[in-house]
């Protein structure tokens, strides 16, 4: 593929042969695995630099238990049995951090995200790209993701965040284990995503 | 970076020196190059394999110039003087697609997306998601993204799209020129993003 600068290797690892997991082996999934995702996605870009994502890991017995009776009926085994559970949501008060972010720019949290619909708008669609850097990290790190987001979303909030973060989605993350996947299903023609004018 | 399987070289083309550029070349981006991180994004998940996002290359001078009319003031001279722009939205009408694109599971369309509103929020979400895997995709071809969120949304949902489809964001495309960015901002802490329980 000699158009892409990315070597072979690593478009199949993050791309091609990764796959959405709905098994794992019983491997745990390390603390530095975690850092080391986040360490690398943390470079990528979003609007104003703001960087809205939060992530909750999901390790105790107790909190797991929790987060399965809130997830779809479909949803529950895989979760239950996953090595990692990440919840993944939005900072509405994101604002407050953008000083430190933004340095060339402070008037940026007082100028543009003074009002509160404005900054949730602005905290979903940042902190959803972060959410795709996040699901790349961690097949960066030779981990496969089963992202979902069939779940009870205001019981997710009100058993894990607060009013001022919205739940975007629950990551089950390890190694894929026995039937892990179904087989690949279709994507689109280049022809009926893009067009040209 | 042990902690990662993704190789080095790998790990700063798509983040960590990739960069936000401001200023570019003039050399062209081809349609091969764009095809090729089509093709590579493609498999990124989503919900239920959708695949909301599409693309709007703008490469006639005349859609540049209505473009570059609708963007921000501070958006405009680079927009007009990148090589390749990509308009990117998402289609509410995505459903259609569904039932060929998640053959196990061809009630989807009718049991889950009935309602439009279900279907914009849904679309939001995972157009969002395609758009990130979209931006490291024009990093793993070597080049540098520009993505931009500052502009006339309904001025340009109603020059280039339809009612059906909702902008998300305008990426300027091309091998970054002199001055390109300016100095890496910070980013947050693990201890500030990521919390356990």
Known sequence: MSALALHPAAQDLLFREARTANAFTTEPVTEAQVRAIYDLVKYA?????QAPLRVVLIRSDEA?????????EG?????AAAPLI??????NEFHEELPALLPH???AKDAL???????????????TLQAAYFIVGVRAAGLAAGPMTGFDVEGVRKEF????????????????????WYP?????????????V
């Open 86 to 91: 990440a919840l993944l949501a939005a900072d």
């Open 105 to 107: 720019f402070p008037q």
């Open 161 to 180: 965040l607060d009013d001022d973060h919205t739940p975007l989605m629950v990551v089950n993350i390890g190694r894929p284990g026995a039937d892990a």
């Open 45 to 49: 870009p979003t609007a104003y630099n």
């Open 113 to 127: 995200f003074a009002d509160r619909p404005v900054r949730e708008e602005s905290a979903l669609l940042n902190a």
């Open 184 to 196: 690949r299903a279709p994507r689109l023609a280049y022809h009926e995503v893009v067009t040209t």
């Open 64 to 72: 797991r238990g929790r987060l399965v009776g809130l997830m779809d």
């Open 75 to 79: 949803n529950r085994r895989k979760t």
